[in-house]
């Protein structure tokens, strides 16, 4: 029995100095050397080196001069992030739907799907192509520019959802709001 | 659905199973590795072993358990005073440190806290990582331990623990961890030691970015089928899982030492045949299964039906997040892409049977494989009944004893699971957590214990699990739901390993082909569907039905 004790505390000794420290320590000697910018996060910089967010993370946006993204259950907060967890049969679900519907005047069929259901992580950084043509007209009109310009913009960003398949087209709302924000500025 | 999601579904599952049958010969060779000279340090490290008898390696693995959990429990407990702790996070409560450490140490992986706000990265690299690898370690030495009781004629020797535990950690799962992880890392997966960051935003509204060793961690969450997520929200989250192809790579990790398995178990225990067979019983379930789930999930709310991108993530879209949910949950991973709970009823509740079925369409690493050798010696048991003869497996006459065992090993999750779902929902102490009325509420109640004693971890969500109760009851539930599967299972590997093998003859009922697999699957269905029928139709099918009559 004590030689059993003695050799699990050993095995979890190396196991502990493999595992839990040399080779998350590697791992990130090797990312922070060859892969710097995505191992810490891909940041969203401006000129004067202020950290603006990530672009991985979709954050608030309130005002008309950018595209909003997604509901989210705990309003973009990090600390933790989460989802609603409502059941799809739940009126809880159906109550928060037809509100939001409300908020972009259409009704509920009308409307893209991702603009009225939270998303999984609270921090979905993408919308859908549509769900960014329908807030063209807002953001053009906020910023005084011709919606033409911000459509190319929008054309520009979007990617497929799936590779080898070029529909449905999403896009992502922080890199799309630093470019039209970028545009306005020069 | 679209052809497009339809088209990747295809190509993962296609994509894993190649990269199955290479990993398979990878995982044989690490098992069998034996240095060739003596002395040195490799031959110290994976040479000088005694075999053990299965009494000593049952002992082994159970106190090398025990062990794990007092010293993650500790770690978890005391992280304010140790280092890498760049946000200074307090020292983790007793019920949650226990829990937690139970979780990993069981391969369970279940989490009742969100790691960002909650673990320093000490305890995340050096607590529950090391548990990462070495809980799936424990399951796949199990499964050769039995592989070799079977082969073994009047011997007593499964093999050596510590050996295996040394080959599979330092041949088999670190370098695969290491390419999966560097893989995750070019994708955006995060991968350092900073303090989170405060993000000042661009329409002003101030973030702050959580930072930390993820990729590392993230690799053998999904290859060891742990699934623990770094982030609360799992492989939801973006800095987890930031890309299509950071979920691809994800997506076949989670399936790929689990499809090795079966395959492995076949060489091992000198039945390639039956090691296929097993495999191909276990993808066609995964295959029927698979398909229910996303008819269910397309038909979705038909009175609502912008409610499907509910708790799911646009760049992965609604058919990968259900290819995920059904391997997740059939392979005991647990990690979770979307969010289970607003899956549609019937999805969501395919997800609970794949853990009911008691975790052999693949399950975990390693314990899928000796979870369904149970199943099959009560099948070769029921064709002997059939056609009155006392029935062999591989060779080995199946008695009294053997059959015993296996039915207490197919019957400890199951019964985990009922009591203390019964419990919890008529008590104060269960009903408290639920966020749902009605027939959702019992979902979540149902799903959490069936994760636990199945030891998937995955969660239904909306479950407020950091209580008292649901601790210290999942705690339990997982430890019983691990060891009460593991020793019958090693106990019979040492009764067929001292048996000497029969010639098998025109009456032997053989263990491959098609007739075994369809009975085999009909014993995983009875067992399955018998016990949990009543549960799963006032969950999530009554709920299904009420969603129908709005």
């Known amino acids: 029995m004590i030689k059993i004790i003695s050799k699990s505390l050993i095995a979890l000794l190396w196991g502990s100095l493999a595992c839990g420290v040399i080779y998350p320590l590697m791992l990130t000697v090797f990312s922070q050397t060859f892969f710097r910018t995505q191992a810490n996060g891909s940041l969203v910089i401006d000129a004067q080196r202020n950290v603006l967010g990530s672009f991985l993370l979709g954050q608030k946006f309130t005002s008309d001069r950018f595209f909003s993204g997604r509901p989210s259950a705990s309003d973009y907060e990090t600390l933790p992030s989460g989802a609603s967890n409502l059941s799809q049969a739940s009126t809880a679900l159906r109550e928060k739907i037809n509100e939001r519907a409300k908020q972009y005047r259409l009704a509920v069929s009308g409307t893209p799907a991702d603009l009225l259901t939270a998303s999984g992580s609270g921090l979905d950084p993408d919308i859908s192509y549509e769900s960014a043509i329908l807030q063209i007209p807002r953001i053009a009109s906020a910023r005084k520019v011709p919606q033409e310009r911000i459509a190319g913009i929008v054309r520009n960003l979007s990617r497929p959802q799936l590779p080898l398949f070029s529909k449905p087209r999403i896009v992502n709302v922080v890199m799309l709001n630093q470019a039209i924000e970028g545009d306005s500025s020069r | ?550």
């Not at chain 2, 002395?39 to 049952?58: C, H, Q, V």
């Not at chain 2, 429990?73 to 702790?85: D, R, V």
């Not at chain 2, 070495?134 to 050996?163: C, D, H, P, Y």
């Not at chain 2, 935003?201 to 961690?217: F, K, N, V």
């Open chain 2, 1 to 550: 659905m679209l052809s497009g999601e339809l088209f990747w579904i295809c190509a993962l599952l296609l994509v894993a199973i190649l990269l199955a049958t290479i990993c398979a010969k990878w995982l044989v060779w690490a098992l069998s590795f034996t240095p060739k000279r003596p002395g040195s340090l490799i031959s110290r490290a994976f040479g000088d072993y005694e075999p053990m008898n299965w009494k000593t390696y049952l002992a082994s693995v159970l106190v090398f358990g025990f062990l794990g959990i007092i010293i993650l429990a500790t770690i978890l407990m005391t992280q304010g005073f140790l280092p890498l702790n760049p946000m200074n996070l307090p020292g983790v409560p007793f019920d949650l440190a226990l829990n937690t450490a139970v979780s990993f140490v069981t391969n369970t992986n279940w989490q009742a806290y969100s790691g960002e706000n909650t673990l320093s990265y000490f305890s995340q690299m050096v607590g529950l990582g090391t548990q990462n690898f070495l809980s799936a370690a424990t399951g796949i030495a199990v499964m050769a331990a039995l592989a070799r009781g079977i082969a073994n004629q009047q011997e007593r020797s499964l093999g050596n623990f510590w050996q295996d535990l040394a080959r599979l950690t330092f041949l088999f799962l670190l370098p695969l961890s290491i390419i999966v992880a560097v893989l995750l890392v070019s994708q955006g997966v995060i991968q350092n030691l900073s303090a989170y960051l405060t993000a000042t935003g661009i329409d002003r509204a101030t973030q702050i970015l959580p930072m930390g060793p993820a990729a590392s961690q993230i690799a053998i969450k999904q290859l060891g089928s742990n699934g623990g997520g770094f982030f609360g929200v799992n492989s939801a989250h973006p800095f987890e899982n930031p890309t299509f192809f950071s979920n691809a790579i994800q997506t076949i990790a989670i399936i790929l030492i689990p499809m090795a398995c079966p395959l492995v178990f076949g060489v091992l225990s000198g039945a390639r045949r039956h090691g296929r067979t097993l495999f191909r019983v276990m993808f066609v379930m995964l295959a029927v299964l698979l398909g229910l789930s996303l008819v269910a999930e397309f038909s979705g709310n038909p009175s609502l039906q912008s409610a499907i991108l509910e708790g799911k993530e646009m760049r992965f879209g609604a058919g990968l997040s259900v290819l995920w949910s059904v391997i997740t949950t059939a392979s005991s991973n647990g990690s979770v892409n979307a969010m289970i709970s607003s899956l549609s009823p019937l999805a969501g509740g395919i997800a609970l049977l794949n853990i009911m079925l008691g975790e052999v369409v693949f399950g975990g690493v390693g314990s899928g494989v000796y979870g369904m050798f149970l199943f099959a010696v009560l099948t070769v048991f029921i064709a002997g009944l059939m056609v009155g003869r006392s029935p062999e497996f591989l060779g080995k006459k199946i008695e009294a004893a053997e059959i015993k065992l296996a039915v207490i090993g197919v019957l400890i999750p199951s019964v985990l699971i009922l009591t203390f779902s019964a419990f919890a929902s008529v008590s104060k102490l269960g009903l408290n957590s639920v966020s749902h009325p009605g027939a959702h509420g019992l979902s979540e109640i149902l799903y959490a214990f069936s994760s636990a004693a199945g030891n998937n971890g995955s969660a239904f969500g909306g479950l407020n699990a950091n209580t008292k109760f649901y601790n210290y009851a999942l705690a339990f539930s997982m430890f019983v739901g691990r060891y009460g599967v593991i020793a019958p299972v090693i106990a019979l590997a040492g009764l067929l390993s001292c048996k000497r093998s029969v010639p098998s003859s025109a009456g032997t009922f053989p263990v491959s082909g098609v007739l075994f697999s369809t009975l085999l699957v009909g014993v995983v269905l009875i067992v399955g569907a018998l016990t949990f029928f009543p549960a799963l139709t006032l969950g999530p099918v009554a709920e299904h039905l009420m969603m129908l009559g709005k």
